[in-house]
Structures are given as C-alpha cells and as structure tokens.
C-alpha cells in the first residue's frame, strides 16, 4: 500500500533531507512519528472506505444511492442539514453581533455556553431535545396545545436537534470579523449621509457575508453526518424521518457493508465538497477584501 | 458664564457607529431568546429529568453495577485517546512550526480532516478494516483477537474522532511564536530536549491545556463513532455515552438523565475552564478559536 | 418638499464656540473657540493627545459633547446628525469600503440619498469620473481598494468624500500614513486641488512643516485648548506662548533668569532692553537658526562644539553653552571650517522669552 510506503525509512530519510536546514533537532522523528500516526490512525482508514467503494463502481455506488430508502435518507439529511445551517446562519448572525457589540447583564454566560454544543456530548443533548419536544416536555406540549405542531418523532424535531449543534459555528466564525471591522468605516458611511440601516445593509453585512457563508458550510457539514443528538427525537421512522447516518448502522446492523459503504462514501464527498467551497470562499474574500 | 450652555450629551446623542436602543434591546432580547430556548434549555432539562423523582432515585442510578462499568470504560477510554494525541499534538506541531518542508498546509488540511467526517463513518471505516467481514476480520478470528465489539476498537474510533484536537491549537501558536528562541537556548547550550522542555512547553503551556481540555470532553462524550464499533455489550464495552441510549430505549428515563447529567455537568466544566483560560490567558492561546 | 439640510450653500464659515468635552474627570477639549472663515484652509496642529482630532471629529458630528455649539454658517449644527451635517471626512486610515470598487466608493454619498434627490446613474457614472479626474487617478473605476497603493488610496478617499459636495472638508491626518516622498507630493496636491474647488478645508495634523507650507492659517491646540491661532508666519515669527514657541521651530528651551530687568543665562547677560516677562525664572526658546557665530556686537555667549552633523543644504553643530543647560542646535553653512572641541561664542537674532511656570 501506498500509505505504508510514505512512512517508511527511505522516505523518512528523504523528508529529513526535505526540510530546509535547521539548527533546531528533531525534525526526522517528531515528522515521522507524526506521519506515522497519521497515516495509521486517519489515512489508511479512510482510505480504505474509497477503496472498497470504488470496488463498488460508480453505477454501483449510484445504484446503492438511488434505492429509494437510501434516497430518502440522504434527502432527508441534506434539506434538513440545510434548513438548520440557514436558520443558524441568520441567528448566529444576531447572537454574534450581540455578543460582540452590546453590553447588558449575563452576557459572558450567554458567550460561554454558545459553545455548550461543541461539549456537550451528543446522547445527552438528544435525550434532553426529546424529553422537551415530547407531547408532554416543556415545548412539545405548548407548541402542540397553541399551534398543534408535533415536533418529536417527526422531521421537524430533526431540524430543532441539527439547529443545536450547528448554532456555535456560525457564532464563532462571525464574532472575530465582527471584532475586528473598522468603526471608522461605519463612520465613513455615516459622514457620507447613510442612514444606519444602509450602513449595516450597504456597509457591515457585505464585509461579514465570507464569514456568514463559511459558518454556514461548517454547520451544515456537521449537521449532515450528525448521529446523537438526532436519533432520539427523530422518530427514525424509514422514508419520513430516517437520516443518512443512522441508515449506515442500520445496513452494518445487517451486515449489508456495500450499503453502508456507498452511504459513507457519498456523505463523505458531501462534506470535502463542502470543505473545497469553504476554502474557495475564504481565497476569494482574501483576494477581494485583502483578508481572511 | 452668560453664554447659553448645551449640554445634549445625556440624551439625544447616540454614537455613529450604533443602533438605536429600541433595535439593540429587541437585538438583544432575539439573541438571549435564541440561545435560551435551543442552549440553555436543554442543559436545564437534563438536570430536571434527572432529579424528576428525587434525589434519592437520582443518587440510586449510580449504583447500578453497569452504571459504574460504564463509567469506568470512558475514564479508561479517555485515559488512552487524551494522551496519544498529546503526544502526536506535540510531534506534528514541533515538526509543522519549527521546520520549512514542502506539503505543509497538505499535512495540516489532512490533521483537520476526522472533524470533516460524521462520526458514524468514523467508525464504520475500523469495522471495514477489523469486523469480521473486513480487511483483516478473517486473520483477527484465526488468532482469535477481538478489536471490533471490544474496548480497542473503541479507544480507535475515540483517538480518530478526537484526533485533530490538539494539534490545531497548538501548530498555530508554535508558528506564532517561531524559532528565535529555541536558537537562543542552543546557543547558549542547552541539548535539543532540554530547550523543548524549558522553552517550548512552558511557551505553549495553555494552549495545550485548552486543547486537552476539548479532547478529553470529546473523547468522554463521543457517540456516533463509538456506537458502531461497540456493539453495546452492558457492562463490557459501553461508555456513559452508550449506556445512556440503552437506559432511554429502556424507558429508564431518570437513570438516563442521571449518567446524562454527570457528562452534562462534564461539560460545563469543560466550558468553565475554557472561559477562564480564554479570559485569563487570552493572549497566549492562538489567535482566533474555530471549532 | 422634505429640505435635506438648513445650511446655506458652500462655502460655508464654521463656527465653534465654547465646546468643551469632559472625558471623565479630565477634559479632552476645554473651551474651544474657533472661527473658520469661508473657503480657507485652516490646519489644527498639536502633539498627540492634545485634542485636534477629537476637534474636527466634534466639527463631523462623530462625538458627543459636553457644552459649547457648533456653527455653519448662521445654522447652529450642534445637534444636527451627522448625516445631515454635510461634511466630507476624510478618515486617517482612509475607511474605504473594501468590498466596493473605487467607483462605487465614491459614488457611496449619492447612491445613499433618497430616491427623490438621487442623481441619475449616468450623472453619477459621470460625477464618478469627474472626481477621478480630478484626483488624477483616471481610469480606475473597476479597481478595489485592496489593489490600490497607499497614496491612491488617499486620493479616492478624498475624491469619495468631494462626491457629495460637502460644506466642509475635513481630514484626519490627510499624510500620516505616507511615506516622506508622497506626503511632499500629495501636499501640493491638496493644495492645488482646495484652490480649484475652493472648500471650506480643516485639517489635523502633528507636523508642523506640514501645517506652514499647506495652510492659511493655523491653529495651535495643546491639552483641549487653543493655544494660537494666525497664519503660519504668525505662528512661527510670532509665537504667543511657551507652548507654541517650544513647538514651532525645533527650537532648545534653555531656563534663563530675569532679573533687573535684563535676562541672564548663568554668568552672561543676554540683552540690554528690559524684556516683556516678569522677573524670575524663564524659559528662552532657541532655534538652530537664531544663532550668529559672526556677529560683531551684541552679548556674546560662550559655548564648545560638542558635535557636527550634516543636514541637507546646512550644517548642524551643537554647542554646549554651559552645565546644566541642554546642548544647542545651531546651523551654519557646509563650508565653515569648525570641528568638535572648538571654543566659539555666539550671539542671538532673536529672543523668544516666556515666563516659565
């Protein structure tokens, strides 16, 4: 295998003669121990997935994709995923602009625990969003007395659960841009007869759209191969309320590892598709703006 | 004084670069209201769950053998994955920071890359390679090793999703900070470990702390990758995590909520330490936090 | 019909009366009166801190403050937002949006205005252009800021804030961020350019070559108040006080004594008419160019060449008068034989003498 070739010794004395010359040692082993585990722990893995799908072969792999349960879950999993990164995208927005430009009492906590869902882990995050959207939990019971919205067990309670872990990307990609625009720019467009609405539409929010979009990919991303926090509330009901993920265990669960495997690969081009735009965004606001 | 004083800065004047306070209160309130109801709510609902029938039951729930199994299975876990990818954290960012070498942004993209797969992939591509239909299952069964199904199999599927943890707070602070001083420490003698010990650890010192804190909060916490690899075997190879989904399905809510609500009180930790790190040595963690 | 603004048409005189601004317990501006007449070029110069930008940022409109009133022309603008003040800013940094084209930067104020006074597209396009003829940057509509270098930059900032046709110009630091061979060539410029346009123009800056050569007149600000104003042959041949007499010239403060009537630095006496300060002690201020070493007659000091540099088109020595007393700069021409160790005696061309407190 290629993988196992890179790290071994020739290369290692290859990469050693690579780096440019240094007075500081160590660089042979910290970089190939490094490359070693590297390769053991993530490359060779992963690899192996794209190898036993292309095993597969492409009208395979489509044929896998196109069963309508497969097709459901991926739906299912990217509207979703996409509903959720676009509701976070505009209140991830708020809550930034909040947290960075006003002052008023309790805002370190609410700072703080934006992040709660980056540490909470993701079964109690589920059982918690169920037991409250239930019949009987704390939301799922009014929403259901006012509006007669059942949000458990349904496609809406997987919305609610992939809106929880994707709100702190959006959050934290915004805030530091926010930080760091030039209040002499808003000034600028204030000297210039601006109202404040068109300074903000005209002024602040093209600055910040970089930010908004690469927070946006990185929820969304996530939201797509979320497991935890959605398998309790979702019902998991097949065609209706079944995400991409939870169909991989079910196939392995059935020893069905073509499926699984097909199921994998397309999420898994799914979020290095979406990494390659968030790069893509981020070169050309660099390019455009002469930032990051 | 005969001239006219005018006085209008109490009211009236607000600054340039600001909303009026009627937009910034409803601002506000949308914010707070949104973190509340998909944030703070939840967290309250674990602990109300989990004290729903009192203390007592709440207190029984830890005296369940499994419980406790489960309980020390994620220490062991944790144990394991927390220090490993210290280690690979610490190699891979004196190798990426301190040395010129072409393929480096490839190197640091391919670190990043278990944060860009689901969990369940995670795991699913170890039982590809070790299940008893992979890559190595039919060799694993003849010399009777078991890795897919047992507590190896879970400590890999914890190491790769909590791979990238460590290394990314450290690879940019340690480019940051450069060479010079490691130079300075060799030239005035010290031997190549010796300067790493006395110059570069305590250089990075909250950094790594931060970043063992993430890790280790992950590697506790993780379920999609772990579920699949584990095969929820009670009392042998379920962590806390697992062990909860199999007291929920098993309607034991408030057993549940309970081993829910010790990981939940986990990551407030978690976060309490970060916050005061971040408040504290803001300045000597890397520049912008993204997770 | 909603009128935009009260004020009369440019150019307008700005009046400032009485502002002062607390900061806290300290005073950031401290009674500032000021007339600016019509169409003149006026440049507020102090160091750092001594409250000339936070003026001209009161005069836009983008600070509150404490008491005192604002005046263009008879409107008195003190409580007028800044949007309607009609005054065209020109940041330090130069605030460009970086997202826009040159173009639409300075397109920005018109595009901004209410349908109803909104010029045309095709008048905006050729408003555009205008401007850019102007600033003599032709042809860089398409540009972003980011690809502009800094002295183009300065310029569409300029040209952004003449877009709107303000009642006053006003620039923050118009030179600060420039290297020395632009900021020479961009002075004159701005110069030619406030002579063709004919705005009310105030500028801050901290270097007083900068505020002699461009202005019509200068003011002087130290600690939030003024401490003169008049044109710049005002300000350098007659200082009105210690501060602008310590600040314009380069000048060496040297602490002197009067005394009966005459002024004494150590042993020597310096002039034989009573001078205009009180007896005590005072501050004498000495620029490089004040001193004769050829002079005949008059009270001659004593001093050593403690050093001997060159500087462009002179020579500068410095002259170590007497212990306790700072080394004094004095300029001579390249071709005078003198080198360090020397004993010479000088005499003064002028004497700048204040009270010291």
């Known amino acids: 295998m290629t993988a196992f070739a890179l790290t071994g010794p020739a290369s290692l004395r290859r990469a050693i003669a690579i780096a440019k010359p240094s007075a500081l040692p160590g660089f042979g082993i910290t970089f190939g121990f490094a490359l070693a585990y590297l390769s053991l722990i993530v490359l060779i893995p992963l690899s192996l997935l794209v190898w036993r799908a292309s095993g597969l072969g492409l009208g395979g792999l489509l044929g896998i994709a196109t069963q309508p349960r497969v097709r459901a879950a991926l739906e299912t999993s990217f509207y979703l995923s996409f509903a959720a990164a676009a509701l976070n995208a505009v209140f991830g927005l708020v809550i930034a602009w909040v947290l960075t ?101 005209r002024v602040i929010l093209p600055t910040l759209v970089p930010a908004i979009l690469t927070g946006f990919a990185l929820a969304f991303a996530r939201a797509v191969g979320e497991y935890g926090s959605v398998i309790f509330i979702a019902g998991n009901m097949p065609f209706v309320s079944e995400i991409a993920p939870l169909l991989i265990i079910v196939q392995l669960e059935e020893f069905n590892y073509a499926g699984a495997t097909a199921i994998a690969t397309i999420m898994l081009a799914l979020s290095f598709a979406t990494l390659f735009a968030i790069n893509l965004t981020q070169a050309w606001s660099r390019r455009r703006l002469g930032h990051g | 004084m005969a001239e006219a004083r005018h006085a209008f800065q109490g009211h009236g004047w607000r600054p ?38 009192g203390v007592p039951a709440f207190l029984e729930a830890f005296t369940d053998e499994a419980t406790l199994a489960a309980v020390q299975l994620t220490l062991l876990v944790a144990a394991i994955a927390v220090p490993a990818n210290l280690v690979f954290g610490l190699a891979a960012a004196w190798a990426i920071a301190k040395f010129e070498f072409p393929g480096k942004s490839l190197l640091i993209t391919l670190i990043d890359l278990p944060f860009s797969v ?21 060799w694993l069964q003849a010399n009777d090793v078991k890795i897919i199904f047992a507590v190896p199999g879970i400590v890999l599927a914890t190491i790769f999703v909590t791979f990238p943890f460590i290394a990314r707070e450290l690879i940019p602070l340690m480019q940051e900070q450069g060479t010079s001083e490691e130079e300075a420490a060799l030239t005035l003698g010290a031997s190549g470990l010796r300067t790493f010990l006395t110059v570069t650890l305590p250089n990075v010192k909250w950094a790594l702390l931060y970043g063992v804190l993430l890790c280790n909060a992950r590697a506790m916490g993780e379920f999609g990758a772990v579920a699949v690899v584990s095969g929820h075997i009670r009392g042998l190879t379920n962590t806390m995590p697992l062990h909860v989904e199999i007291l929920y399905n098993e309607y034991n809510f408030v057993g549940a909520f309970a081993v829910a609500s010790l990981l939940a009180g986990l990551a407030l930790v978690t976060l309490l330490a970060k916050s005061l790190l971040e408040w504290r040595y803001g300045d000597e963690l890397a520049g912008a936090h993204r997770h | 019909m909603r009128a935009r603004t009260g004020i009369e048409a440019a150019p307008a005189a700005i009046h400032v009366e009485a502002i002062t601004k607390a900061f806290g317990a300290t005073a950031a501006l401290d009674g500032i009166d000021l007339d600016i007449r019509g169409g003149e070029l006026l440049a507020l110069l102090g160091p750092s801190g001594s409250g000339k930008t936070t003026l001209l940022r009161v005069i836009a409109g983008l600070e509150p403050i404490t008491s005192g009133r604002v005046l263009f022309g008879d409107e008195d603008a003190t409580r007028l937002a800044v949007q ?65 270098s800094g002295g ?53 800056t901290h270097d007083q070559d900068e505020a002699l050569e461009l202005a019509d007149r200068v003011a002087v600000l130290s600690r939030g108040r003024i401490e003169q104003v008049g044109t710049p042959d005002e300000i350098y041949d007659r200082p009105s006080s210690a501060f602008v007499a310590g ?17 004494r630095l150590g042993d020597v006496t310096l002039s034989a ?65 003198i080198a360090r160790g020397d004993a010479v005696n000088f005499t003064l061309k002028a004497l700048r003498l204040f009270p010291s407190h």
Request: proline share 7%; aromatic share 8%; hydrophobic share 50%.
């Open chain 1, 101 to 201: 430009r006003y002052t008023f009492p309790g805002r370190a906590l609410i700072d703080a625990m934006v992040d709660l869902p980056f540490a909470l882990p993701t079964a109690v995050a589920g059982i918690a969003l169920a037991a409250l959207y239930a019949p009987n939990g704390w939301v799922g019971f009014w929403l259901d007395a006012w509006f007669g919205l059942k949000v458990a067990f349904t496609p809406l309670g997987i919305f609610v659960a992939l809106t929880f872990i994707g709100l702190p990307f959006v959050v934290r990609t915004v805030q530091p841009v926010i930080a760091e625009l030039d209040r002499e720019i808003e000034e600028a467009s204030a000297t210039l007869g601006a109202s404040r609405f068109q300074t903000i539409a």
């Open chain 2, 16 to 53: 340039v670069a600001a909303e009026r306070p009627a937009i910034r209160r409803v601002l506000t309130v949308v914010a707070v209201g949104f973190v509340a109801l998909f944030i703070l709510l939840p967290l309250a609902a674990v602990f109300a769950e989990a004290l729903r029938k």
């Open chain 2, 118 to 138: 689901s969990p369940v992939v995670s795991g699913l591509v170890f039982v590809l390679l070790f299940g008893s239909h992979g890559l190595f299952g039919e």
């Open chain 3, 84 to 148: 309607r003040r009609h005054v065209g800013f020109v940041f330090q940094h130069y605030a460009l949006f970086r997202h826009m084209t040159v173009a639409d930067n300075i397109a920005y104020g018109l595009a901004v205005r209410p349908r109803s006074e909104r010029p045309s597209r095709t008048d905006i396009r050729r408003r555009v252009s205008e401007l850019l003829d102007l600033v003599r940057l032709p042809g860089l509509e398409k540009r972003y800021p980011g690809q502009l």
């Open chain 3, 152 to 204: 183009q930059r300065q310029r569409v900032a300029l040209a952004r804030a003449l877009a709107v046709d303000p009642k006053v110009l006003l620039l923050d630091e118009p030179f600060g961020a420039l290297d020395a061979q632009v900021r020479r060539d961009l002075r004159r410029w701005l110069r030619e350019i406030h002579e063709r346009t004919g705005h009310t123009t105030i500028f801050v």
């Open chain 3, 247 to 263: 600040f314009v010239g380069q000048p060496t403060r040297l602490d002197v004594v009067v005394v009966d009537g005459k002024v």
């Open chain 3, 273 to 337: 008419a009573a001078p205009a300060v009180p007896a005590g002690p005072a501050a004498l201020f000495v620029r490089p160019a004040d001193i004769d070493l050829e002079a005949a007659s008059g009270p001659r000091i004593a001093a050593t060449v403690a050093g001997v540099r060159r500087a462009g088109a002179v020579r500068r020595i410095e002259l170590r008068v007497a212990d306790g007393h700072p080394p004094v700069e004095a300029e001579i021409a390249p071709g005078r034989a």
